[in-house]
Nanobody, 115 residues
Framework: QVQLVESGGGLVQPGGSLRLSCAASGSIFSINAMGWYRQAPGKQRELVAV???????NYADSVKGRFTISRDNTKNWVFLQMNSLKPEDTAVYYCDGRVNTRDYWGRGTQVTVSS
């Protein structure tokens, strides 16, 4: 079992920055990859960024060059640094931890980009 808790969301103006954090607990060493997904109202949940246990990263085209995912050495935390935020980045952001083919999810944190 893996438990995930997100933090760091909030309201920010366009062009601003936010840093999301996700704390993992439980069987953390069984996690193969961790990532961030987001879901805007009326839309499906979509991948934002993922980092594997080996450190490889992958990003959605819409966030490349603006967002950076990182994971600490203890593998307890994963972060999402979001720069140059746009109104279309507004969504609930969810932390994901994958163990083999199973996904564990946090409850999400709201990010709102608005002037």
């Amino acid at each position: 079992q893996v438990q995930l808790v997100e933090s760091g969301g909030g309201l920010v103006q366009p062009g601003g920055s936010l840093r999301l954090s996700c704390a993992a607990s439980g069987s953390i060493f069984s996690i193969n990859a961790m990532g961030w997904y987001r879901q805007a109202p009326g839309k499906q949940r979509e991948l934002v960024a993922v980092v594997t246990s080996g450190g490889s990263t992958n990003y959605a085209d819409s966030v490349k060059g603006r967002f950076t995912i990182s994971r600490d050495n203890t593998k307890n935390w994963v972060f999402l640094q979001m720069n140059s935020l746009k109104p279309e980045d507004t969504a609930v952001y969810y932390c994901d931890g994958r163990v083999n083919t199973r996904d564990y999810w946090g409850r999400g944190t709201q990010v709102t980009v608005s002037s």
